[in-house]
C-alpha cells in the first residue's frame, strides 16, 4: 500500500482547472452568428448556425462541443472568414473575420491536417513561415524549435505522404504555432491521435494557456474538453444550448465527493456512521476504478522506463492491489 | 513572308496610333480595363446583394474596392509571393510536367517520320516544325497546369491552411502565375537548346567528292558536288581555285581548290539566318507611268480577307473595308513599275554594296518561255531628281527570296547625259534616301509585289539570337495562357477552367476568321454567312457564294440572328489576345527573317496588358469566394 496520504477534497471530479488568470479582454466575439447553407440556386440547404453570441476572452481555453452537425466547424471556419456569415458578425481582435490581417496573430489546426503532401515537415513549416514573412533565420530558429516540440527529429526530412495520422497531426500543430499565436483554433484536435498523443496534447494545450494564449477548441470527445477546457459552449443543430465553465456546468451540487489513501477499515466505517449522524446518505464507498487511460499510460511509461521488461510479472501486484489509493466514497 | 500592314508599325505607331487613336492598343487596354471594372462592380453587386441584401451589398463592394487599395496591395509580402511560387513550381513538378521534356525529345528522335528529307527548303521545315511543336506543347501544358491546381487545393483544403495564414489574395494568385510561369520556363529552355541543336544538326552535312570537273578554257573550274541528302551543287571556281555551289535547298557551300588539286567543300552556309530587313515605302506606277496606288488586280486575290486587326476602330465601325495587303501587278513590257523608297541609306550602312532582296509573284497571261521564269529589272533612282541607274535585269525566282546586291558604281543617266554615277553621290538624297524600281520586262506577263516584297539588307542577326526571339515570343504566350488558366481557376472548378481557358484561346485563333465573316455580313457579301446560314447551307448542300434560298422570313430570321452572334464573337474575339500573330513570330525564323524587336515588344506589351487583367479579376473573384464553401 502506498504510504502517502493525500486527502483531496475537491468540488469536481477534474483535476484540471486552476483557476484562469481571464483578463476580461475578449479576443472572440460573436453577435447574433448565423450561417444558411445554400445550393446553386440560392435555395436554402441546411441552416447551420443560429443567432450565436459567444464571446472568447484572452488567456481562456474555450470548448465548442456538439455532436456532428451542430455547427462547431462552422463557427470555427467563420472565425477565420473560412465562410462568410449569412448575418451577423465575427470579430477577432476587434477586427472583422474577413480581414487577413488578423491572421497575424492565429494559429489555425484544421479538422484534417490538410497539407501538401509532397513536402517534408522541415519544408512545410518553413513554408509556413515564409507565409508570415518570417526573417530566414526566424524561421530556421522556430522549425527547429517546433519540430523537437512536437516530437518530429527524426522523421523532419520525410515527406509527408510517408507519415501516420497521428504524425501529420503533429506537423499540423506545429505549423499552427509557426508564428507564435496569441489565438490558437483547434478542429478536433485529438481525432486520430492515440491514448499518448491525446495526452500530449492535452498537455501541450494546457502549457499554451499557461503561456497566456487563448485557446478556442472544438471537439465531440467529451473527456477531452472537460479535462482542458475553462468554460464550453453546447452546441446542437446549430443552436447555442449552454454557456459556462466547466466546473460550474458538471458540478453536481449536492454530492461531495472524498478521496483518501491510508485509510483503515474501521476509520471507514467510522466515517461512514459520521455521515449517517450528521443526516446524510451513504450513496456507496469503495475503491475507484482507474480509467482505461491511466492504465495504459502507465503501462507505457513502464515499458519505456524498463524496455524489453514483460509488464504481466508484475502485473498481479497492482492488479489486486489496484487501490494504490485508497479511497472514501462518496457521502 | 507576308507581311501585314500593322507589322510594319513601330512600338509607338502601334500603342498610340498617330492620327488613328482608335485604333491604337492604348485605347483597346483602356477599354478592356473600363470594361473589366463595369462589369465587375455589377457582379459584384448582384453577387452582393444576394448575399446581403440590396442596401449592405454596396457596402460590401465599397470594402472589397477599399481593401484592394488599402490593404491587400500594399500588404502583398514578396517573401510570400515566392513561397507561393515555389509552391506551384513544386507542385507542378510532382505532377511530373517536365516530361513534356521527354515527349518533345521524343517526337525529334521520330521526326523522320513525318518530315520529309527531300524537302525543296529544310530549314524552314525544321525550324517551322520545332517552333510550332513546343508552341503547342507548352501552350497545352500551361493549360493543364494553371487550370488545376487552385480548385484542387481548394478541394482538397490545403487552401483552408493558406487563407488562414496573413496571405493576401493578390499573393495567392501572384504566386500561382509566377510558379506556373517559371515552370514553363524551365521547361522552355530546354526545348530551345535541343530544337537549336536538332535544326543544325539536322542541316548539317558535308559533300565529299567533286564530279563531272570541267576545267574552263579561261582558267577556272566548272563541276558538280557528290550526292548527298537528297541533293548536290553546281559550281564554278575562279582562277584562284575559290568559288561558292550554287544554293540548292536553301544553302550553298563554299569550294576551294587546293594546291594538290583536291577539293574541299565547307560546311552548308544560308540555311540559317535572320535577315534584318530595311523596308521602304512602295508605290505602284501604271502602264502610262501615273502613279497609282495599287497596282493591277489579277484576280481572286483581292477578294479574301476583312478588316484585318484594328481594334476597337474595326468594332465600332469606323475603320472598314481592306486592310490585309494584297499583291498589286505591274504589267511587264510598259512604264508600270513597283517604286521602293528607302530611308537611311548611307555609306556606314553598305560599305561594299547594297544587298537587296525580292520576294515577287508572277502571273502568267501567257505560257511563254516555262523554262525559265518571268524576266524582270531593278533600277536606283534619284527619289526626287531625274538621275537614274540602268536597269539590271534579273530572271524572277517566284517561290524563294531572291537575293541580288546592287553595286555602288553603276552607268546611268543624268537627266540627257549618259555617266558613270556613284550611288552615294548622285542617287542617294539628302536625307539618305534612294528608289528602286522593279519593272517587269515580258510582254503581257504581269510580276506582283506588296511593300514587303523588296527590302535592303544592311545586315544579319544570328540564327541562334532569333531562335531566341521566337521561344521568347512563345514564352509571352505561355505566360498569357496561364495567366487566363490562374483566373478561371479561381472561380471554375479545374476541368471547366481548363474548358474555359481553352475556349478563349481557340476564339483568340480565329480572331481573323471571325473579324472577316463580320465583314462579309456588313458588307453584305455572301460568303456562307454566320453560324446558322452555314448551317442551313451545309444541310441543303448549297454553295457558299449563292443568295441563301430559304423563304424571305426565314431568311430574315437567319440572318438577324446570325448577325447577333457574329457581333457578339467579334466583340469576344476582339477583347482576346490576338494568339496567331504571337505564334506568326515562328514564320519569321522559319522564313530566315530577324524577328522585328517591335513586335516582340508589342507582344509583350499585350501580354504584360492581359496578365494584370487577369490579375485583378482574379485577386476580387478570389476574394469574394467562401474557401470552405
Not at chain 2, 513538378?93 to 525529345?105: A, I, M, Q
Not at chain 2, 530611308?343 to 544587298?355: A, G, K, L, S
Request: glycine residues 10%; negative net charge; charged residues 25%.
Amino acid at each position: 500500500m502506498d504510504t502517502e496520504t493525500n486527502v483531496a477534497v475537491a468540488d469536481s471530479p477534474t483535476g484540471a482547472a486552476t483557476e484562469p488568470t481571464t483578463n476580461e479582454s475578449v479576443v472572440i466575439e460573436t453577435r447574433n452568428l448565423s450561417k444558411i447553407y445554400r445550393d446553386f440556386w440560392g435555395r436554402k440547404k441546411v441552416h447551420a448556425l443560429k443567432s450565436l453570441d459567444i464571446e472568447v476572452r484572452q488567456g481562456e481555453i474555450f470548448g465548442l462541443l456538439g455532436p456532428n452537425g451542430s455547427g462547431k466547424s462552422t463557427t470555427i471556419k467563420l472565425i477565420l472568414g473560412l465562410l462568410f456569415p449569412t448575418s451577423g458578425r465575427v470579430l477577432v481582435f476587434d477586427k472583422d473575420a474577413g480581414e487577413t490581417q488578423k491572421n497575424e496573430r492565429i494559429g489555425y489546426l484544421p479538422e484534417e491536417s490538410y497539407l501538401y503532401k509532397f513536402l517534408t515537415a522541415e519544408e512545410t513549416l518553413d513554408f509556413y513561415g515564409r507565409l508570415f514573412d518570417l526573417s530566414a533565420a526566424e524561421r530556421r530558429d522556430r522549425v527547429s524549435k517546433l519540430i523537437e516540440m512536437v516530437g518530429l527529429q527524426g522523421a523532419k526530412s520525410r515527406q509527408l505522404k510517408e507519415y501516420s495520422k497521428g504524425m501529420t497531426r503533429r506537423v499540423g500543430l506545429a505549423q499552427a504555432l509557426i508564428n507564435d499565436p496569441d489565438l490558437i483554433l483547434l478542429d478536433e484536435p485529438t481525432t486520430g491521435l492515440d491514448p499518448i498523443g491525446t495526452r500530449e496534447m492535452k498537455d501541450l494545450i494546457l502549457g499554451l494557456r499557461d503561456q497566456g494564449k487563448t485557446i478556442l477548441l472544438c471537439s465531440h470527445q467529451l473527456a477531452d474538453v472537460q479535462d482542458v477546457c475553462d468554460r464550453v459552449a453546447i452546441l446542437h443543430q446549430g443552436e447555442l444550448k449552454e454557456l459556462g465553465r466547466v466546473q460550474d456546468l458538471l458540478k453536481v451540487q449536492d454530492i461531495t465527493e472524498v478521496h483518501a489513501t491510508g485509510l483503515s477499515d474501521d476509520a471507514k466505517r467510522e466515517i461512514a456512521e459520521l455521515i449517517s449522524r450528521h443526516g446524510g446518505k451513504l450513496e456507496s464507498m469503495d475503491n475507484p476504478t482507474a480509467t482505461m487511460e491511466d492504465l495504459f499510460l502507465n503501462i507505457v511509461r513502464e515499458s519505456e522506463a524498463r524496455p524489453g521488461a514483460r509488464r504481466v510479472s508484475q502485473r498481479p501486484e497492482t492488479a489486486e492491489g489496484q487501490p494504490e489509493s485508497d479511497s472514501g466514497g462518496s457521502a | 513572308m507576308n507581311l501585314q500592314p500593322e507589322d510594319f508599325w513601330s512600338f509607338q505607331q502601334w500603342f498610340l496610333r498617330p492620327g488613328a487613336f482608335l485604333e491604337s492598343a492604348a485605347l483597346k487596354g483602356i477599354v478592356l480595363f473600363v470594361l473589366a471594372v463595369v462589369l465587375g462592380l455589377l457582379v459584384g453587386y448582384v453577387i452582393s446583394s444576394a448575399r446581403y441584401g440590396s442596401g449592405e451589398g454596396f457596402y460590401a463592394v465599397a470594402r472589397a474596392i477599399r481593401d484592394f487599395f488599402r490593404f491587400d496591395l500594399p500588404g502583398t509580402a514578396p517573401r510570400r509571393v515566392l513561397a507561393l511560387a515555389r509552391l506551384a513550381f513544386k507542385e507542378a513538378v510532382r505532377r511530373k510536367v517536365l516530361y513534356v521534356v521527354g515527349l518533345f525529345v521524343v517526337m525529334l528522335l521520330l521526326a523522320g517520320w513525318y518530315l520529309n528529307p527531300q524537302s525543296d527548303d529544310p530549314g524552314r521545315l525544321y525550324i517551322s516544325f520545332v517552333l510550332t511543336a513546343t508552341n503547342y506543347l507548352v501552350l497545352a501544358l500551361a493549360l493543364f497546369i494553371s487550370a488545376f491546381s487552385l480548385p484542387e487545393d481548394i478541394k482538397n483544403r490545403t487552401m483552408y491552411t493558406i487563407v488562414t495564414k496573413p496571405v493576401r489574395a493578390t499573393e495567392i494568385v501572384l504566386g500561382r502565375m509566377l510558379g506556373f510561369m517559371a515552370m514553363g520556363t524551365v521547361i522552355l529552355v530546354p526545348m530551345g537548346l535541343l530544337s537549336y541543336f536538332f535544326v543544325v544538326r539536322g542541316l548539317d552535312h558535308t559533300h565529299y567528292e567533286v564530279e563531272e570537273l570541267v576545267e574552263l578554257p579561261g582558267g577556272g573550274y566548272e563541276g558538280e558536288t557528290d550526292y548527298v541528302q537528297f541533293h548536290s551543287h553546281k559550281f564554278t571556281l575562279g582562277e584562284d581555285g575559290l568559288g561558292t555551289t550554287n544554293s540548292v535547298r536553301g544553302h550553298r557551300h563554299v569550294v576551294i581548290r587546293q594546291p594538290d588539286g583536291s577539293f574541299r567543300i565547307g560546311p552548308p552556309e544560308g540555311a540559317l539566318r535572320a535577315r534584318v530587313p530595311s523596308y521602304g515605302e512602295m508605290v505602284f506606277r501604271d502602264r502610262s507611268g501615273n502613279l497609282d496606288d495599287q497596282g493591277i488586280d489579277v484576280g481572286s486575290e483581292r477578294l479574301a480577307g476583312g478588316y484585318g486587326s484594328a481594334g476597337v476602330a474595326r468594332l465600332i465601325g469606323v475603320t472598314g473595308g481592306q486592310r490585309k495587303l494584297l499583291h498589286g501587278y505591274i504589267e511587264g513590257g510598259t512604264l508600270g513599275a513597283a517604286e521602293f523608297t528607302f530611308d537611311n541609306v548611307t555609306p556606314e550602312r553598305y560599305p561594299d554594296n547594297i544587298p537587296i532582296d525580292l520576294s515577287l509573284r508572277a502571273y502568267r497571261s501567257y505560257k511563254g518561255d516555262i523554262e525559265t521564269g518571268i524576266r524582270g529589272s531593278i533600277s536606283m533612282k534619284h527619289p526626287s531628281k531625274p538621275i537614274e541607274s540602268n536597269p539590271i535585269p534579273f530572271i524572277v525566282d517566284e517561290y524563294e527570296v531572291d537575293e541580288k546586291t546592287l553595286p555602288l558604281n553603276i552607268e546611268g543617266t543624268d537627266g540627257t547625259q549618259t555617266r558613270e554615277l556613284n550611288v552615294f553621290e548622285d542617287l542617294v538624297d539628302e536625307e539618305g534616301r534612294l528608289t528602286v524600281i522593279i519593272r517587269c520586262l515580258d510582254r503581257g506577263q504581269y510580276l506582283g509585289a506588296t511593300p514587303s516584297s523588296a527590302y535592303l539588307r544592311p545586315e544579319e542577326n544570328t540564327f541562334a539570337w532569333n531562335l531566341t526571339k521566337a521561344y521568347a515570343s512563345i514564352w509571352l504566350q505561355m505566360a498569357m495562357v496561364t495567366a487566363f488558366g490562374v483566373m478561371f481557376s479561381t472561380f471554375l472548378t479545374g476541368p471547366v477552367a481548363m474548358v474555359a481557358t481553352a475556349v478563349v484561346v481557340l476564339l483568340g485563333f480565329s480572331a481573323e476568321q471571325v473579324y472577316d465573316t463580320r465583314h462579309y455580313i456588313d458588307a453584305g457579301i455572301n460568303r456562307g454567312g454566320g453560324p446558322i446560314e452555314s448551317m442551313v447551307r451545309l444541310i441543303r448542300q448549297d454553295a457558299m457564294t449563292t443568295e441563301l434560298d430559304v423563304d424571305t422570313l426565314a431568311a430574315k430570321v437567319i440572318k438577324t440572328t446570325d448577325a447577333g452572334i457574329v457581333y457578339v464573337l467579334d466583340a469576344l474575339a476582339t477583347a482576346l489576345p490576338n494568339l496567331p500573330k504571337m505564334v506568326g513570330t515562328a514564320e519569321f525564323a522559319a522564313s530566315g527573317f530577324d524577328i522585328f524587336g517591335a513586335l516582340l515588344a508589342r507582344h509583350a506589351t499585350a501580354t504584360l496588358g492581359y496578365v494584370v487583367l487577369a490579375f485583378i479579376i482574379s485577386y476580387f473573384t478570389l476574394k469574394s469566394r467562401e474557401i470552405a464553401a
